[in-house]
C-alpha cells in the first residue's frame, strides 16, 4: 500500500527515461501484473496516418459494408423498433437471445455444424467470445498453441492473460501436423501445460491460407489424442470465391472444440455480434463470465441481425459480399504478378480478406513501413503476427476494403517501394537502409488491423 | 498435461456426489484457476419461475423503457442508417465514437463533472468498464473496499478477478467514513494491498441511499490521503425524485477517481452503451484492455445514442422516467407502511431504482423466498449483495419496471408471506419454518437482478 499519490509520483522521479511516457500516471505502481502487456504501439500513430484518404490503405480489415442495402436495412430496423421496441432496447439474456441462437444453428449449418442453441453464447464481436474462452481456460503462464503467424487480435488476448504463446509452423495446407506433434512433446517433456490450439482453418487471418479436409482431420486427431482443446476461430468459412464451404472442424467433434463465428464479415461489423458454440460444461463457465464481462449482449443488436437473417435473403448478400472481394483478390494478385520485383513471394488466398506476402530476403517489412507510408500506401508488417519477433520479412495485404482501382494503385506504390529499397540494398549493402527503429508491434490490434 | 479426454473422466469417477454436476464436463481440470469463483446460484432457476407473468417481480432492475417515444426512434434510427449506415455498420474506434465522447462530456456535466472527450472510453453497457478497470488493476489477492451491501454485478466482477473483497459499514448517509478510515488502517497493518474503494454514491443499489456532499468530501479525502482509487458507479445520477441532482464525487477530483456511466437507464438499457472516464494514464490501459476485449464498442449502438442525444429532448426524457419511477416509489413505499409487520424497516430512496428492507429479528430472507415466489411475490435475498454471508436478515424491492398497481399487489403479497412467517417462528419458535437450503447467491448477477 503506497501512502499517497504524491509519494507515488515522487518514488518515479528517478526512473530511467524510456518510461518516460508513463511517468505522468500516478496510478503506475497500481496496477495488475497483466497490465504490463497493455502496451501501445507507435506503429499505431502511423496508422493514424496511413487512414488520410490519399494512403491506399491495405493494412485494415473493414468489411466492404457499403454493398448492403442500407435503405432496406434501415426499413427492417424501423419495423422492428416500432414492433418489437420494448423487448430490443431493454436487458436480455446473458446468454444471448434465444431465436438468435436457434439462427445462428443454421448459419453453422453451412460449415457442417449440427448444434443446439443452448450451447451458444452469444458476444460483442467474436473478439469477446475469444476472451471468456482464455479468461475461462487460461492462467498466468499456461501454453496456447498458434499458427506461425497469427491473427493479431488473438495474441492481444493471449498476452493479456499473461499466457506462453508458442507458434507452430504452416505450410501451404496450413498448421503443419508433425510441426503440431512436435512441439506438443516437446512442451509435454518441459512439463508445460498446454491449454488449447488456437486456428483459424478457412482463409486465414493473415496468411491466406485454407487446412484441407485431410489436414484438418490430422489436427483434430492430434488435439484429442493429447487430450487438448482446439479453439477454432472462423470469421471468413463463408466468404470462399470457389463455390466452397469448407467444413469446419466442430462439424467433426463437439466435445473437443470451441467454434467462434462471427456476423462482422456476413452482415456488418458495426453491429458487434459474435458467438462462441462450445461443449456444454463450457458453455456453462463462457455464460458465467459473459455476465460478468457485460451482463448480457445488446439486444438492440441481436434483435438486428435476426430480423435481417429472417427478413432478409442474406445468403444471397454473402453471395455478393464473395463477389465483391473475389474481384479484388484478383486485383491485388494481378497486379502483383505483374509489378512487384521478382524474389517476392504471396499466398493465393481462395476466400476471405488477405494475402500474406514475403519480400526478397535481406528486406525489413516494418523498417520499410514509414518509406511506404510516405509513398502512400500501408500494410501490415510480419512482425505484428508473432510474439517473438519473426516475420521482418512479411507482411499482411487486405483487400477486403479499397476498391479493384485503388488496390492496383496500392500495389504500384509498394512494388516501386520495394525496388527502392531492393536498389539500395543491391548497391551499398542492407546497412544502406535509413534504419527507422520501431518497437514491438501492438500487442492489441490497432483499430485498424483487425 | 491430462493425456486425454477419456482419461480426465476416467480420474473423475470417483468425485464426490457433491461435483456431481461438473463430472460430465470432460474439461474441468482445464479450467483457469478463476473458473473456480465461476459458478451459478440455484437462485437463478428460482428466478426463472418468478419470471412468469402471474409473479409481481420486485426482484428486477429492469428500467421502464416502454416509456420511451418508440415510432419516433424507429424514425431516428432509420435515418441514421440511411445517411451514415456504412459508417454505423463499420468497425469504428476502440476508444468510442468521439463525437458521442463529447456528448457525454455534456451528459456528464449534469453531475457537476467537466472533462475532456479524450479521457473517456465507451462500452458494452458500464459493467464492461467495471471488468476494464478491475481488470486492469486488481491481481488476485487484491483487496477492493465495497459498501455494505454492494451492487451484485460489481462482487461478481471482483470475484471474476479474484480480489478480496472487504465491505465496510454504511449508515444512513452512504459509506461510513469511520468505518472506512478503520478497515483501511487494519488492512495496512496486515500488510494487504487495497487497490480501489467502489461507491454507488447516488440512489445506491441495492440500499437505496446517497451520499451528502459532505459525505463525499470525507470519502474523498480517506481515499486521496490513503492512495487508493475510488470506482465511482454512477448508473442512477440523474434519476433523483426531488429535482437534485447530487454532484459526483469526480466532480471534485480528476486524478483519483474512475468514474463509471451509464445511458441504461437515461436511455435505453438494450443498447449496451456505457463509458468510463479515466484520469489520463488509467485511460490510456483501459483503451488498450477494451481493444483486447471486444475490439470496439458498436458503432450502431453508439450511433444509436449519438443521433438520440442531438436530435431528442433527452433531459425531458429522463424527466418522464424520473416522475415514473417517484410514483412507483411511492407505491411501494406507501403499501409498505400500510401493510408491513411491525419491526419490518426500509430504505426512503429518493432516486433510483430500489429501496433495501430488513425484516424483523429472526427472520432469513434466502429461506423465505422459496415461499414468497410460491404467494406470487419475488425479491432478491440480501445475502446476493454480501460475499461473507451477511444480509440474511434483508431483502431488495425494486420498483423500476412494474406498474403501481401491481407493485402494491407485491407487497400485499410480500407482506402476507412475512406474517406467517412471524406468526409460525411466534408460535413455535424459529425452527418451525421449513427449511429450504440454499447454496450461497451467485458470482454473477443473474438475468433478472441487475
Chains 1, 2 share one sequence.
Not at 509520483?9 to 508513463?22: E, H, N, Y
Not at 506476402?357 to 508473432?386: I, K
Not at 487486405?398 to 482501382?405: A, F, K, N
Not at 516501386?416 to 531492393?422: D, W, Y
Request: glycine share 8%; charged share 20%.
Amino acid at each position: 500500500m503506497t501512502n499517497s499519490t504524491e509519494s507515488i509520483q515522487a518514488a518515479q522521479a528517478d526512473l530511467p527515461a524510456a518510461t518516460a511516457g508513463s511517468r505522468l500516471d500516478p496510478w503506475v505502481s497500481a496496477y495488475a501484473s497483466r497490465a504490463s502487456s497493455m502496451t501501445a504501439s507507435e506503429i499505431r500513430s502511423l496508422f493514424a496516418v496511413a487512414s488520410r484518404p490519399e494512403v491506399v490503405s491495405l493494412a485494415g480489415g473493414m468489411p466492404y459494408v457499403s454493398a448492403l442495402p442500407l435503405d432496406e436495412m434501415a426499413d427492417t430496423i424501423a419495423s422492428m423498433i416500432r414492433e418489437r421496441g420494448a423487448t430490443a432496447l431493454q436487458y436480455g439474456s446473458g446468454q444471448g437471445d434465444p431465436v438468435l441462437r436457434e439462427q445462428i444453428t443454421e448459419v453453422m449449418a453451412e460449415v457442417g455444424i449440427h448444434a443446439h442453441p443452448d450451447d451458444i453464447v452469444v458476444t460483442t464481436g467474436s473478439q469477446m467470445a475469444l476472451d471468456l474462452v482464455v479468461r475461462v481456460f487460461c492462467d498466468p503462464g499456461d501454453v496456447v498453441l498458434v499458427e506461425s503467424p497469427s491473427y493479431v487480435g488473438a495474441l492481444g488476448v493471449f498476452r493479456a492473460y499473461e499466457c506462453n504463446v508458442v507458434h507452430v509452423a504452416m505450410d501451404e495446407q496450413g498448421l503443419n501436423p508433425v510441426a503440431l506433434e512436435e512441439t506438443i512433446k516437446r512442451l509435454q517433456v518441459e512439463g508445460k501445460k498446454i491449454k488449447m490450439i488456437y486456428t483459424i482453418p478457412s482463409y486465414h487471418n493473415p496468411a491466406g491460407i485454407t487446412q484441407g479436409p485431410d489436414r484438418r482431420k490430422d489436427i483434430l486427431s492430434i488435439a484429442k489424442s493429447n487430450g487438448i482443446l482446439i479453439l477454432e476461430d472462423d470469421p471468413y468459412g463463408l466468404l470462399g470465391f470457389d463455390g466452397v464451404v469448407p467444413r469446419a472442424i466442430r462439424a467433426d467433434d463437439a466435445d473437443g472444440v470451441v467454434y467462434l463465428g462471427s456476423f462482422s464479415k456476413t452482415i456488418a461489423s458495426g453491429l458487434r455480434v459474435g458467438w462462441a458454440l462450445a461443449p456444454h460444461g463450457v458453455r456453462e463457465k463462457l455464460v458465467l463470465a459473459a455476465e460478468s464481462a457485460i451482463l448480457c449482449p445488446s439486444n438492440y443488436a441481436q434483435f438486428t441481425v435476426s430480423t435481417y437473417l429472417a427478413t432478409k435473403p442474406w445468403r444471397d448478400q454473402v453471395a455478393v459480399f464473395r463477389d465483391v472481394y473475389r474481384e479484388r483478390r484478383d486485383a491485388l494478385l494481378d497486379t502483383m504478378k505483374v509489378l512487384m520485383p521478382a524474389g517476392t513471394t504471396w499466398t493465393v488466398p481462395t476466400g476471405g480478406f488477405y494475402s500474406w506476402v514475403t519480400l526478397p530476403e535481406g528486406m525489413d517489412s516494418r523498417a520499410m513501413l514509414p518509406r511506404a507510408v510516405n509513398a502512400l500506401v500501408a500494410y501490415v508488417p510480419g512482425t505484428g503476427f508473432y510474439v517473438d519477433g519473426q516475420g521482418r520479412q512479411s507482411l499482411r495485404l487486405s483487400y477486403c476494403y479499397p476498391t479493384p482501382e485503388r488496390i492496383k494503385e496500392g500495389v504500384r506504390r509498394l512494388a516501386s517501394v520495394v525496388e527502392q529499397e531492393l536498389e539500395l540494398i543491391a548497391t551499398f549493402g542492407p546497412d544502406a537502409l535509413p534504419h527507422t527503429e520501431m518497437p514491438n508491434f501492438s500487442s492489441t490490434p490497432a483499430p485498424d488491423v483487425r
